[in-house]
């Protein structure tokens, strides 16, 4: 009797050793599993502080730093080695001059906002940046142009300029020397003609101008015209009250913007268009026969009529 009850503490006390091994085991799996999941986060939330970021330097790609008031920018930001996106928009108390010493060094830099920041000048140390493919300068109406277009000049990837809102009335010749640019955002300025030496960008297929309400729309077609690859042309919120028959030496044309005119027929030339695929209309006083009108020389064509944000 006594070896049974013998034996048969000594199998709960194996039993119980067994559970308390089997808890543990799936303690310390649970934890390790979390630790993904916290590196992960902190990977995340990396992106919008510097100080979180210097503790996974080497993890972290872009920093999401726009409106946060920052005074300065620190030195220890070039140990980022593998950041390729800065976002800098509206902080303006930052000394951009002092800030791209550092900047300046981040040499996998792809793409940079600098969106109102109240600059009047491009560091020089930015024609450091050789990896830079797109550049947003949008609401600074104090920047030199002139002068920063000529900086830009040898920054061979460089191939998206955002340039909207600066109040500007004309675009310095100086755009010309950008040769990569392919893509010129300039919404919301005050512009009537486009610089004579603009049709030397020979790379440029997509120009925005929405929001210009000072077009000279006949001669912004005429110069259009020589222009040798535009795909995407946009002219919405422009006050445009025809478009002229010229549009039809756009010969690679695939979409148009020209939404929120006052459009009310569009010409017969514009089914000279083979390439056209797209072309929003929406929020224009149409006249009755242009849906079948446009059928008939742009069967292949998708017409927008109703503003496709709304309509979602």
């Not at 194996?14 to 992960?40: F, G, H, R």
């Not at 072309?279 to 224009?284: D, H, P, R, S």
Request: proline residues 4%; charged residues 25%; negative net charge.
């Amino acid at each position: 009797m006594k070896n049974k009850i013998l034996n048969y503490l000594v199998c709960c006390i194996i039993l119980a050793v067994s559970a308390c091994n089997q808890n543990a085991k799936k303690t310390e799996s649970n934890a390790t599993d979390s630790i993904p999941n916290v590196e992960q986060n902190l990977k995340e939330e990396a992106q919008y502080s510097i100080e979180l970021a210097l503790k996974i330097p080497d993890q972290v790609e872009q920093l999401r730093l726009s409106n946060l008031d920052l005074k300065e920018i620190p030195q220890e930001i070039t140990k980022i080695k593998n950041l390729n996106r800065l976002y800098l928009g509206r902080n303006p108390k930052i000394d951009f001059a002092k800030a791209f010493e550092y900047i300046g060094q981040l040499s996998n830099i792809e793409e940079l906002s600098l969106t109102e920041n109240e600059l009047t000048q491009l560091p020089e140390q930015i024609t450091n940046l050789k990896k830079l493919k797109i550049l947003w300068l949008d609401a600074n109406p104090k920047l030199e142009f002139g002068a920063a277009f000529e900086k830009l000049e040898d920054l061979s990837k460089l191939n998206e300029l955002s340039i909207n809102d600066n109040d500007l009335k004309e675009l310095p010749a100086s755009i010309a020397s950008i040769k990569s640019l392919e893509i010129l955002n300039m919404a919301r300025n005050q512009i009537k003609v486009l610089p004579e030496g603009m049709k030397e960008l020979k790379k440029l297929h997509t120009i925005n101008l929405d929001g210009n309400t000072q077009l000279d729309i006949n001669k912004i077609f005429e110069q259009l015209g020589d222009y040798n690859n535009i795909e995407v042309l946009q002219l919405g919120n422009c006050e445009i009250t025809a478009i002229p028959a010229s549009i039809k030496k756009l010969k690679k044309l695939e979409i148009l913007w020209i939404n929120n005119n006052q459009i009310q027929s569009l010409p017969a030339e514009i089914g000279e268009l083979k390439h056209l695929k797209e072309v929003y209309l929406f929020e224009n006083p149409l006249n009755d026969e242009i849906e079948q009108f446009l059928k008939g020389i742009l069967p292949k064509t998708q017409v927008i009529y109703v503003n496709p944000m709304l309509s979602n």
